[in-house]
């Protein structure tokens, strides 16, 4: 077993999760601690500033040194760590064209720290010919087996919900003996989740997010907006899929006449119906959704999932897990597999012709 450190900085560009976890890369034998570090305003700020800009862009070099010092703030409290997962920044994603960019140099990451480091997880699945996301699906499976193993869960098919910037779902079929197994996991990102709202809260109140839905719970979501919405072609593409952080432009724009209560109403429901519309696409449907990100501690967002799936909604921690943390613990997870040259990606999750072991190792410098 190896005591691995996971860091995961999203798309919702509110800071860094780091989480240890104990594991040999198929199963999980522990969780340890964990830490999370906000970024500031100007932090923040010049995230957003490169945001859709590939290697070479005029704010790439700053977003990516300050994703490295962040990260390795944050890192240097977990001396255990004997491994480091290091997922780095999404600024742009484009599969079908361009590939993925992960901003951050984890050889830089290495040095600091002084201790390997697994990287630049998504560009071999999309050279494979992969959506290259999402990659926690694997996880998820492992999450599943762990978590029955411990008596939280029946042994059912279990849906995980990511509400991050960007929705994903992961079906989980406990029947399986590993996760890349034809059926054990099929994956992908539903729609927008929490960006679009925190990019209205921001311009709007100058907030970082609706914290709580609080906002939304007073305004009343505009069906005719959602109902456009569920057109764009995203929705009627196979499964599995993925998206930009900004795959959605026209949805800002069809609020802008809203009032901000309505607006944040409006822009919740919606992404509570891009998950529905994917659920419609699973056989079976599972009958129990496990809700993690920062989005479940959205009451607006979670009611409007409990409306809108036939399924009963729940956060992950009802199955004894982090929701916060899941997303970093999975990046320490994926970079034990990377060490033993185990799968974090196939074509269930990805689209990728077949399991693919993405990532990078860089090693410190021997002394």
């Known amino acids: 077993m190896i005591h691995a450190l996971g860091m995961m900085s999203g798309t919702s560009l509110d800071g860094v999760d780091a989480a240890m976890i104990e594991t040999d890369g198929r199963r999980i034998a522990g969780f340890g601690r964990s830490a999370w570090r906000a970024y500031s305003g100007n932090e923040s700020g010049l995230l957003h500033a490169a945001l859709g800009q590939w290697p070479g862009g005029p704010d790439v070099a700053d977003a990516a040194a300050l994703s490295v010092a962040a990260h390795a703030a944050l890192a240097e409290g977990f001396p255990e760590a004997e491994l480091v997962g290091y997922h780095g920044q999404t600024l742009a994603h484009d599969p079908a064209g361009r590939g993925t960019h992960q901003a951050?140099?984890?050889?830089?990451?290495?040095?600091?720290?002084?201790?390997?480091?697994?990287?630049?997880?998504?560009?071999?699945?999309?050279?494979?010919?992969?959506?290259?996301?999402?990659?926690?699906?694997?996880?998820?499976?492992?999450?599943?087996?762990?978590a029955m193993g411990q008596g939280h869960l029946p042994r059912a098919p279990v849906a995980f919900l990511n509400l991050g910037g960007v929705?994903?779902?992961?079906?989980?079929?406990?029947?399986?003996?590993?996760?890349?197994?034809?059926?054990?996991?099929?994956?992908?990102?539903?729609?927008?989740?929490?960006?679009?709202?925190?990019?209205?809260?921001?311009?709007?109140?100058?907030?970082?997010?609706?914290?709580?839905?609080?906002?939304a719970l007073q305004g009343n979501p505009d069906e005719r907006v959602i109902a456009r919405f569920?057109?764009?072609?995203?929705?009627?593409?196979?499964?599995?899929?993925?998206?930009?952080?900004?795959?959605?432009?026209?949805?800002?724009?069809e609020v802008a006449g809203l009032s901000d209560a309505d607006a944040a109403a409006t822009l919740t429901h919606a992404a509570?119906?891009?998950?529905?519309a994917g659920m419609a696409a699973l056989d079976p449907v599972p009958g129990l959704v496990l809700v993690c990100g920062g989005g479940r501690h959205n009451a607006a967002l979670m009611a409007a999932l409990a409306a809108r799936l036939a399924a009963r909604v729940a956060p992950v921690e009802e199955a004894g897990l982090d929701g916060d943390m899941l997303e970093a613990q999975a990046f320490g997870w994926l970079a034990v597999r990377v060490l033993r040259g185990l799968p974090t990606s196939g074509p269930g999750t990805t689209g990728a012709p077949g399991p693919v072991c993405g990532g990078r190792i860089s090693h410190p410098p021997r002394r």
């Open 272 to 276: 509570a119906a891009a998950v529905a």
């Open 230 to 253: 569920l057109e764009h072609p995203h929705f009627a593409r196979p499964l599995p899929k993925s998206l930009d952080r900004d795959a959605f432009p026209a949805l800002a724009a």
């Open 167 to 215: 929705g994903n779902l992961t079906f989980v079929d406990p029947a399986a003996d590993a996760p890349e197994a034809p059926g054990a996991c099929i994956a992908f990102d539903t729609g927008p989740a929490n960006a679009p709202l925190n990019d209205l809260m921001r311009a709007r109140r100058g907030l970082a997010r609706d914290e709580g839905g609080r906002l």
């Open 104 to 146: 951050g140099d984890g050889a830089a990451l290495a040095r600091r720290l002084d201790r390997p480091v697994v990287w630049d997880f998504r560009s071999e699945d999309v050279r494979q010919g992969g959506e290259g996301a999402p990659l926690a699906p694997f996880f998820h499976w492992a999450c599943a087996e762990w």
